[in-house]
């Protein structure tokens, strides 16, 4: 069964500094991982999403890499912003699944101190 | 990207009544629909997964006859919470896909809704 762990749970950091939050996942027979934002009280926001095949995808200042046989992926976050607080989900999709939903992370909560 | 809507937004009922919950996909035909729930702090946990014109399935512990899905239409979800009891307050979020078969796709969200029974 798949279970993705994220790690840390929360991070507080100063405005400007790079960060880097970090998935890992049991199975590595995924077709895709993505990476999701979500504020409190509100839906998700898909941030990347990465194919099993790639390596790594980039958004602004986001960069997400992939290392499925060791099951990890990273989420870096060049010069955070307050507005980059927020709790960031991963969440993979399994070749053993059906209907290919997603399985989450328990999300990592991130504040970003002005 | 795409866009999915859910109605309403938040909702308050009493225990023993119950609660419909729209998911909607504005610009594309949503093949594959998931109902997700969230508890507080928590992550999303999926409930179940509709196709289009034939029935959910539903993932265990999760118990069909208290949470109805129907998706009728390539562009429209529902969830019916029947009987509501205040164990059922939760975030619940919907997400479609739109190829069926191929789960590379993305899938988007919807912004979510807010039951809370009292």
């Known amino acids: 069964k798949q279970e993705v762990t994220q790690i840390p749970a929360a991070l507080s950091v100063p405005e400007g500094e790079n960060l880097v939050l970090n998935c890992s996942f049991t199975d590595s027979a995924i077709y895709n991982l993505q990476w999701f934002r979500q504020d409190p009280g509100k839906g998700l926001t898909s941030l990347l999403l990465i194919q099993s095949s790639q390596r790594e995808q980039t958004s602004g200042r986001l960069n997400a890499s992939l290392d499925k046989s060791s099951g990890r992926s990273t989420l870096y976050i060049a010069a955070s912003q307050p507005g980059d607080s927020a709790t960031y989900l991963c969440?993979?999709?399994?070749?053993?699944?059906?209907?290919?939903?997603?399985?989450f992370g328990k999300g990592t909560k991130l504040s970003v101190k002005p | 990207g795409a866009v999915v809507s859910q109605h309403p937004s938040w909702v308050i009922c009493k225990s023993g009544t119950s609660v419909k919950i729209e998911c909607r996909s504005l610009d594309f035909q949503a093949t594959t629909m998931f109902w997700y729930r969230q508890f507080p702090k928590q992550s999303l946990m999926l409930m179940a997964t509709?196709?289009?014109?034939?029935?959910?399935?539903?993932e265990q512990g999760v118990e069909k006859d208290k949470f109805l899905i129907n998706h009728a239409s390539l562009t429209l979800s529902t969830l019916t919470v029947t009987s509501a009891h205040p164990e059922d307050s939760s975030f619940y979020i919907c997400s479609a896909r739109g190829l069926a078969g191929d789960f590379r796709y993305e899938q988007y969200f919807g912004p979510g809704t807010r039951l809370t029974v009292t």
């Open positions: 509709s196709n289009e014109g034939s029935k959910a399935t539903y």
């Open positions: 969440a993979v999709v399994n070749y053993g699944g059906s209907q290919g939903n997603l399985i």
